[in-house]
């Protein structure tokens, strides 16, 4: 094995570790991940995988319906959705947000868009904003 060979490989055991030690930071945090689809699911970082699956618990996940007016009382209805009107210029159609509860769920990497963490305090934030990810 070359020097150049072994600089890499060192290189890449200390980003990979400073990665984990971020991700570490990160179990217990809230994060809100939307998927591909228009979902929201909402949970307790427990762990990723390799292929960027997270796994989350007490998970309140949001999808998105697209309903007209004559069936959304029926849908409305129910003790877990939101109704929100469609900025459409025609009327009829809402969208109405159905929510459930999960224990856990796992997120799929490969359908995961965009990932928010949740901090409860400034200085949390401050400190999330000051370190970047590799």
Known sequence: MSEQETEEGNVNVKN?????????????????CTLSDGRV??????????????IL???VEQRPLTTTATSISSVSSASD????????????????YTERHLSQALV????????QIRTKSLEEQLHLASSSFV
């Open 41 to 54: 699911a909402r949970g307790t970082f427990v762990c990723i995988d390799r292929l960027s699956n997270i």
């Open 57 to 59: 618990e007490n998970v």
């Open 81 to 96: 959705t939101n109704t929100i009107s469609n900025n459409n210029s025609n009327n009829n159609n809402k969208i109405v």
């Open 108 to 115: 799929p990497g490969k359908h995961l868009r965009h990932v």
């Open 16 to 32: 990979n570790s400073v990665v984990v030690e971020r991700m570490r930071g990160l179990l217990g945090k809230e994060l809100h």
